[in-house]
C-alpha cells in the first residue's frame, strides 16, 4: 500500500491523456487503497472480496464496522463504482472523459473523507462535514 500522500498525488493528477479506461482503472485502484488504509488504521486486515462486483463497495462496507458514521461516503462509493462501469463499457463514448473527471472528483472527495475522519473521528456524524476541521485551523 502507499502512502496516502503518494495516493493523493496520483488523485490530483489531471492525466487528460491517458485513455478514459486506463485512468477509470487508476482512479477505482487508488480509491480502494483509501479505504484500505482506513480498515488498517481500525486494526482490520482490507478484504479482497467483492461487493456487488467491486472490492471498493466491500471495504466500504468492512470500514462501516463498528463506525456507523463512515457511512456518509457510502454514496460516493457508489458513485464512483457508477462511473467507472459508464466508462468501462463504452470508453470511446463522448462523455467517456467527462465521466472520469467526475470519478476523479469523487475519488478526491472520498480520500478527503477518509483523511479527515483519520484525523477527527467525528467527522461525517452530520453528513460529511469538515467543520470539526475547519475550527481547528480557524
Not at 4 to 31: H, Y
Amino acid at each position: 500500500m502507499r502512502a496516502l500522500s503518494e495516493v493523493e498525488a496520483l488523485l490530483a493528477l489531471d492525466d487528460g491523456a491517458a485513455a478514459p479506461r486506463a485512468r477509470a482503472a487508476s482512479l477505482l485502484a487508488l480509491c480502494e487503497e483509501v479505504l484500505a488504509h482506513w480498515v488498517s488504521a481500525r486494526g482490520g486486515v482490507p478484504t479482497d472480496a467483492r461487493r456487488e462486483g467491486f472490492r471498493l463497495l466491500a471495504l466500504h462496507r468492512q470500514g462501516c464496522r463498528g463506525e456507523p458514521s463512515f457511512n456518509a461516503c457510502r454514496e460516493t462509493c457508489r458513485e464512483i463504482a457508477y462511473h467507472y462501469n459508464l466508462v468501462s463499457a463504452e470508453p470511446d463514448h463522448p462523455q467517456a472523459v467527462r465521466q472520469v473527471r467526475m470519478m476523479g472528483m469523487l475519488a478526491m472527495h472520498l480520500y478527503l473523507f477518509v483523511t479527515g475522519k483519520l484525523e477527527v473521528a467525528a467527522l461525517g456524524d452530520f453528513c460529511c462535514s469538515s467543520r470539526p476541521l475547519r475550527a481547528q485551523t480557524c
